[in-house]
């Protein structure tokens, strides 16, 4: 069974810290991990991660994949209230499925 | 404007009551999803459709049904509901499901289902 554990579960910061959110998995025949933003709606799509090491950025908005241990990071550096949010995992295995993890809450007080 | 769209966005029903939930994309995705989503559960896929008339079950297909007549839409039924189905339910579509260049997967707004 394909398995998602993000950690931490939820991370109150002060706007300005940065923050890393974290990714474990274990799913047959690996083939991307994706992170999503939920804010009180649908995910919204953040990054796709197929190679190992390779960063992907978006503005203040970064993750890596250590596919040799199984896990990916995403950073957020000078936080803003605006990204509070659930941010998921998803890793993409057998049959192209999508198995989420339980998202990390993020809480960003002025 | 490329969407993914669900109908209704929200119902209240009755245990047995036949309903569907219909999401349609306009994307021309082969790759079409359900997903329910619960407080500690997260989410959870329920079926899946790599193309028109190609369907799959994901992790909680019981009580549910689907179907791909068409590429655009994948109507979620729940032949009799139960409370244990009262849940948010998204849609969701992408290129081809196959995890390539392309495979941002995009959401629709959300169902959510209250079954009494």
């Known amino acids: 069974e394909d398995k998602v554990v993000q950690s931490p579960l939820s991370l109150v910061v002060h706007e300005g810290d940065t923050v890393t959110l974290n990714c474990s998995y274990e799913?047959?025949?690996?083939?991307?991990l994706l992170w999503y933003k939920q804010e009180k709606k649908a995910p919204t799509f953040l990054f796709m991660l197929?190679?190992?090491?390779i960063e992907k950025k978006s503005g203040r908005l970064s993750s890596i994949l250590d596919k040799k241990e199984l896990f990916s990071i995403l950073n957020i550096t000078a936080t803003q209230t605006g990204d509070s949010a659930v941010y998921l995992c998803a890793p993409r295995g057998s049959n192209y499925k999508l198995t989420f993890g339980k998202g990390t809450l993020l809480t960003v007080n002025p | 404007e490329a969407q993914v769209t669900q109908n209704p966005r929200y119902l209240i029903t009755v245990t047995g009551k036949k309903l569907t939930v219909t999401c349609s994309q306009n994307?021309?995705?082969?790759?079409m999803s359900w997903y329910r989503q619960d407080p500690g559960l997260g989410l959870r896929q329920i079926y899946y459709s790599m193309n028109v008339e190609v369907t799959d079950k994901g992790d909680v297909p019981e009580g549910y049904k689907v179907s791909r007549k068409e590429k655009r839409n994948f109507p979620l039924i729940l032949e009799s509901p139960s409370p244990n189905q009262t849940s948010l339910y998204f849609c969701?579509?992408?290129?081809?499901?196959?995890?390539?260049?392309?495979?941002?997967?995009?959401f629709g707004p959300g169902t959510r289902l209250l079954v009494l």
């Open positions: 799913v047959t025949n690996f083939r991307s």
């Open positions: 969701a579509s992408s290129l081809t499901g196959t995890g390539g260049l392309q495979e941002t997967q995009y």
């Open positions: 197929t190679s190992s090491g």
């Open positions: 994307m021309n995705h082969e790759y």
